[in-house]
């Protein structure tokens, strides 16, 4: 039988607009599959309670989406490959939450002034990935080291699959620049570090 975990991906890029729409504070699960890892003045940021896979890559990969809850256009930063939110580890787990945490992590952006000027200076030279008023862009993003296979051998017998989630998104109307982490350092704020699937 095949494993509901996984969805086969065809192709993936970036788009935008026509999606199923996850509304809510950081931390709602919603009807549609989404998780809202944070939510800021500008923009949400949102993962896919699930894992997919390219038919001819090697690693799996999880579904992030950066809405616009803004009245007007931003941007958001995608062009380096660590700067974004992207799955730091993964295990299984017999209960719903890791009791033991071993892992590395990096430290968010410091933006500084001159960052600030430069991502706003990128704004207004469309270098960033514009996202239009109530839109959405979609991104997938991989595990650096396993696949399909791994993930089905180690959870074999386990409920649950976590995915710690690490990174960020920058995102800036042209005035001002938002940074929403993936930082322990900000739980009390709400902020979602990790998603917990179903191993069935």
């Known amino acids: 039988m095949r494993n509901p975990l996984f969805l086969i991906l065809v192709c993936f890029s970036l ?10 504070q ?18 949400c940021v949102e993962a896919e309670t699930a894992l997919y896979e390219v038919m ?18 931003i941007a958001v930063d995608l062009r380096d ?7 730091n580890q993964w295990g299984p787990l017999d209960a719903g939450q890791r009791k033991v945490i071993d892992e590395r992590r990096v430290l968010p952006t410091a933006l ?27 991104y997938f993003r991989e595990f650096n080291a396993s696949g399909r296979a ?21 995102v800036t109307d042209g005035e001002t620049v938002e940074q929403l ?10 902020v979602v570090t990790e998603l917990m699937l179903t191993a069935l």
């Open 15 to 24: 788009t935008s607009g026509g999606h199923n729409v996850a509304t809510g």
């Open 26 to 43: 950081a931390g709602d699960v919603t009807a549609t599959g989404w998780r809202v890892l944070r939510r800021g003045r500008i923009a």
């Open 56 to 73: 001819s890559k090697p690693h799996f990969f999880i579904h992030l989406r950066v809405r616009n809850i803004a009245d007007r256009p």
């Open 81 to 87: 490959y660590w700067r974004v939110i992207y799955p």
């Open 112 to 138: 500084d002034r001159a960052k600030r000027k430069e991502l706003i200076a990128a704004f207004q030279a469309g270098t960033l990935t514009t996202i239009p008023a109530g839109q959405t862009v979609d």
């Open 150 to 170: 791994d993930v089905e051998r180690q959870t074999r017998g386990h409920p649950f699959v976590f995915v710690s989630l690490d990174g960020e998104q920058i």
């Open 181 to 190: 982490a993936c930082d322990w350092e900000d739980q009390a704020e709400g």
